[in-house]
């Protein structure tokens, strides 16, 4: 049951949740226009203290094709956030004005501290570089639309892995499924958190690390690229360095498997080469698609609407 329950990391869901909004998302795709009023009367509220065009503008759009509204704001400073209002009081607030809260922190922990001081279902829409489950649910009904299983799977996961939330939801999203195997492939400087690694170990899931993308790259069956992200370092010099570790192009895909599925949360910087936009099996742009379609799911199932 997910109606008025909060979505804060992907492993609040169990696996029968997430199948219930894979359906529901699948239902959508199938037919869309049955869905453009289920949402008459609800309000949305995006609260986004940290820069979004993905994640705000497919929850904006989500909910106006469930026939709802939206209101919110894209900055701190154009919130009381700017003349010191606490976190705690805004989120208070917004609760009195909408039906469910979609946030982005640039804190991490700053949903799990709010969904205390909610009366509405909160989303986390990403805090800082700890989880952003929204991506994964997109990613995963990606993976679902393209491979059609999530389970027997070797996923490459290639860049920013140290900071990168939409890599740490991810990886506990599929680790929840069996025989799928990760190969990390990132700089010494940008590895996967230790953490990451004690959960898989505990759970007897094979992963390798590696810098070189070429010698795994005929392994992976999906291949999810990350940006390295400019925000998160604390110095500038450290970022030039790392910046271009990994670009992918069409040379670099000529190992491939032929049904490789390359994904990537955008935005890139210059991770993918624009020629390998055409090839087949690039679908990150499919994935911006059903990122749209998987919050309309979420957004039913919260709120439980039939
Ligand atoms: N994938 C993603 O979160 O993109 P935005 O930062 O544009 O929302």
Redesign the pocket.
């Known amino acids: 049951m997910l109606s008025g329950r909060d979505l804060i990391e992907i492993n609040d869901f169990s696996k029968e949740d997430i199948s219930e909004i894979m359906d529901l998302a699948q239902d959508i795709i199938k037919s869309p226009e049955s869905f453009s009023s289920c949402c008459t009367g609800k309000i949305l509220g995006t609260l986004f203290f940290e820069?979004?065009?993905?994640?705000?503008l497919s929850f904006e759009s989500a909910i106006h094709r469930l026939g709802g509204d939206c209101i919110g704001f894209s900055e701190s400073a154009s919130s009381s956030t700017a003349k010191g209002e606490s976190l705690a009081d805004t989120v208070k607030t917004i609760s009195n004005y909408v039906d469910i809260i979609a946030m982005r922190h640039p804190k991490e922990g700053s949903a799990t501290l709010s969904k205390d001081f909610t009366t509405v279902p909160l989303i986390n829409a990403?805090d800082g570089g700890h989880q952003?489950p929204t991506?994964t649910l997109t990613d995963l009904l990606t993976i679902m639309q393209t491979k059609g299983t999530f389970e027997n799977l070797t996923i490459g996961l290639c860049g920013d892995l140290k900071f990168g939330r939409?890599v740490h939801s991810l990886v506990k999203a599929m680790s929840m499924y069996p025989n799928n195997k990760f190969v990390f492939i990132s700089p010494e400087e940008l590895k996967i958190p230790e953490y990451i690694k004690i959960n898989l170990r505990s759970k007897n899931i094979e992963f390798v690390e590696t810098e070189k993308l070429s010698s795994v790259m005929g392994e992976l069956d999906i291949l999810y690229m990350t940006r390295v992200q400019r925000e998160r370092f604390f110095n500038e010099e450290d970022y030039i360095r790392l910046k271009d570790s990994y670009i992918l192009t069409l040379e670099k895909l000529e190992d491939a498997k032929k049904d490789l599925a390359i994904l990537h949360?955008?935005?890139r910087v210059n991770e993918i080469a624009v020629e390998v936009d055409s090839d087949p099996r690039a679908v990150y742009f499919k994935q911006v698609k059903y990122g749209v379609i998987v919050r309309m799911a979420l957004i039913l199932k919260l709120l439980g609407v039939k």
């Open positions: 820069p979004s065009t993905r994640t705000r990403g952003h991506q939409t949360p955008l935005p």
